[in-house]
């Protein structure tokens, strides 16, 4: 896959299905003509009305939040990727901090969640972030490297997304400056080249979340090194994630 620019929305735990139907209605009424990748991950039992709802949409894909480590068999509640792939979806998050923080997803459970998913034909966006006492530690550059590293390194990346979002910007209100943004970005793509070469650092799209919005998407997404954002909150409301859209 090659650098492309993205906005995904993650909607958490949020809509029922009439409402968000009605929410992806009014996006698409309102979307221009853009090369923009657009993508919403819903609560993952919507998927599949949805991704009929945006079928005929120009670069417009379902994703989902979360899904299992495990292939198939006996885990009671739990979606694999042969499933989400199965219904249409083309997407999937991994590695979220609220997976990391409430589901003690670990990086190596990451990694082998992004391995079914791209054997599924699912595209990967990959989570990273530090939390703000490793920020104000100054470890969050090794942070986030570990954190690549130990999902990433027995991968094919080809497929993978990267979405920097700092675990202290999310549902905070409080934005990574530009600057702090593309400083980590810039560091994800020396990571990538150190594990796998400059062609695949330049050609991996790196999303910016947290806090993330319809006033400062314009800023962030105007650094080198960010290709777009996954937006929460902001991505319930469809004026201000079409304006997020327009935001390059
Ligand atoms: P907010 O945009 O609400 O801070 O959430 C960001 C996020 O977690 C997206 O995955």
Redesign the pocket.
Known sequence: MSRQKFVAG?W?LNKTLSEGQELVSTILENLGDDSVTKIIFPPSVLISSLVNTVASAEHFFVGAQNCSEHESGAFTGEVSAAMLSSVGCKFV?VG???RRQYFGETNSIASKKIKLALQNNLKVIY?VGERLTERKTNKHLEVVKTQITEALQSLDPANVII?Y?PVW????GETATPAQAQEMHAHIRSVLENLFGADVAANTSLLY?????AQNAKELFACADIDGG??????LKADDFCKIIQSF
């Open positions: 993650n958490k998050l979220h901090s609220e989570c979405a979002e910007a999310i549902g905070t979340g947290g806090s993330c919005n996954l937006i929460g909150g902001a991505s």
